[in-house]
């Protein structure tokens, strides 16, 4: 089902971005088109503090190695509730960080011990994003951005059987982001926004006497609600 969405999730994220980098070179134009009159929207501004709250899920588009056993690594998705602040150090530009954490299943599939429950692990990986707003004024206000991360893995716990232990490297990151704002009033707006995290780490089970290199590289597809302040 995963394998299905994946490539949709890639499309609908690169039209995102495409569309804000579209728009971008006609931004001075549309800006002061849309530029608020006295009384009227005033859009995003330098100094505002918008603090957003989501629903995420994150899907793992993972590649791997396994030494001794063989196979692939396989992540189930998780979702959560998120919280993000975003400053805007000016209209145009701004940064983002979020905090959310997931919990995942993970298996090690046509191993030569066939399909191998290994435990399941949680995430916690806080993103600060760089995000570039070429349409600040308008009520419907996509952005883009880039940024790095750093992954935590805790309380991972051992499926038993063939697996007795398991840990993970923790290890930073790179991000890629694309959203749109709409906004219902001049402070509240609705909030779509995807991105794409590129996050390995190193998985060694039974004390390390079998090690899986996994590429997580997990979409985090998120919608919610901001408040600016």
Known sequence: MRAQFLPKLAMAGLATATLALLLAPAAPAMAQATAPSAGGFPGKQ???FVVRL?????????????TVIGGKVDATDSYT????LTYFITRNFAVELIAATTRHSITAQGTSLGNVPVGRVWLLPPTLTAQYHPLPASRLSPYVGAGINYTI????????GAVNSVSYDNGFGWALQAGLDYALTDRISLNLDVKKLYLSTTAKLNGGAIAAKVDLDPWIVGVGVGYRF
């Open 54 to 66: 989501r629903g995420l899920g994150v899907l793992p588009d993972e590649s791997s190695s396994i």
């Open 46 to 48: 330098a100094g505002d």
């Open 81 to 84: 509730p998120e919280i993000d």
């Open 153 to 160: 893995f805790y309380n991972a716990d051992a499926a038993g």
